[in-house]
Protein backbone atom coordinates (compact mmCIF):
# COMPACT_ATOMS: atom_id res chain seq x y z
CA UNK A 1 0.00 0.00 0.00
CA UNK A 2 1.02 3.56 -0.98
CA UNK A 3 1.36 6.47 2.04
CA UNK A 4 1.75 9.85 2.15
CA UNK A 5 3.17 11.17 5.12
CA UNK A 6 3.27 15.44 5.07
CA UNK A 7 5.65 16.16 8.17
CA UNK A 8 6.53 19.68 9.46
CA UNK A 9 8.75 20.32 12.33
CA UNK A 10 9.01 22.84 14.82
CA UNK A 11 12.41 22.78 16.49
CA UNK A 12 12.48 24.55 19.66
CA UNK A 13 15.08 26.68 19.64
CA UNK A 14 15.54 30.17 18.63
CA UNK A 15 17.69 29.27 16.11
CA UNK A 16 15.87 26.89 13.86
CA UNK A 17 16.52 27.07 10.51
CA UNK A 18 19.53 24.12 10.60
CA UNK A 19 17.69 21.50 12.20
CA UNK A 20 15.16 21.86 9.70
CA UNK A 21 17.83 22.07 6.80
CA UNK A 22 19.13 18.44 8.85
CA UNK A 23 15.94 16.96 8.45
CA UNK A 24 15.38 17.24 4.62
CA UNK A 25 19.13 16.40 4.37
CA UNK A 26 18.48 13.37 6.29
CA UNK A 27 14.75 12.45 5.07
CA UNK A 28 16.48 12.57 1.38
CA UNK A 29 19.03 9.83 1.83
CA UNK A 30 16.20 7.35 2.00
CA UNK A 31 15.73 5.63 -1.51
CA UNK A 32 12.47 4.23 -3.56
CA UNK A 33 10.29 7.16 -2.07
CA UNK A 34 8.94 10.66 -3.43
CA UNK A 35 9.90 13.51 -1.08
CA UNK A 36 8.80 17.04 -1.91
CA UNK A 37 9.82 20.21 0.66
CA UNK A 38 7.85 22.97 0.40
CA UNK A 39 7.93 25.66 2.43
CA UNK A 40 5.84 25.21 5.66
CA UNK A 41 6.28 21.11 5.34
CA UNK A 42 8.22 17.97 3.68
CA UNK A 43 5.59 15.25 1.28
CA UNK A 44 6.98 11.60 1.78
CA UNK A 45 5.49 9.19 -0.41
CA UNK A 46 6.13 5.69 -0.97
CA UNK A 47 5.79 2.02 0.34
CA UNK A 48 3.73 2.02 3.70
CA UNK A 49 6.52 0.12 5.41
CA UNK A 50 9.57 2.04 4.08
CA UNK A 51 7.85 5.32 4.37
CA UNK A 52 7.49 5.17 8.00
CA UNK A 53 10.61 3.67 8.93
CA UNK A 54 11.84 7.07 6.89
CA UNK A 55 10.44 9.14 8.69
CA UNK A 56 10.47 7.51 12.02
CA UNK A 57 14.00 7.07 11.91
CA UNK A 58 15.03 11.34 10.32
CA UNK A 59 13.09 11.98 13.48
CA UNK A 60 14.84 9.88 15.73
CA UNK A 61 17.96 11.06 14.75
CA UNK A 62 17.63 14.57 14.48
CA UNK A 63 16.03 14.57 17.78
CA UNK A 64 19.79 12.73 19.14
CA UNK A 65 21.13 15.85 17.26
CA UNK A 66 19.57 19.03 18.15
CA UNK A 67 16.97 17.76 20.80
CA UNK A 68 13.61 18.59 21.36
CA UNK A 69 10.91 19.93 18.28
CA UNK A 70 7.36 19.76 17.74
CA UNK A 71 6.51 17.67 14.53
CA UNK A 72 3.06 17.77 13.02
CA UNK A 73 2.44 14.89 10.62
CA UNK A 74 -0.48 13.62 8.72
CA UNK A 75 -0.52 10.18 7.35
CA UNK A 76 -2.87 9.37 4.00
CA UNK A 77 -3.28 5.51 2.97
CA UNK A 78 -3.48 4.81 -0.09
CA UNK A 79 -3.12 8.41 -1.41
CA UNK A 80 -0.79 9.19 -3.80
CA UNK A 81 -0.46 13.05 -3.18
CA UNK A 82 3.22 13.69 -5.68
Do not use: W
Not at 30 to 54: C, N, R, W
Request: charged share 25%.
Amino acid sequence: MQLTIDVSMYPNREDFIPPIDRFIEKINQYDDLKITTFPTSTVVQGDYEHAMKAVQETISACYKEFGMAVYVVKYIPGYEAL
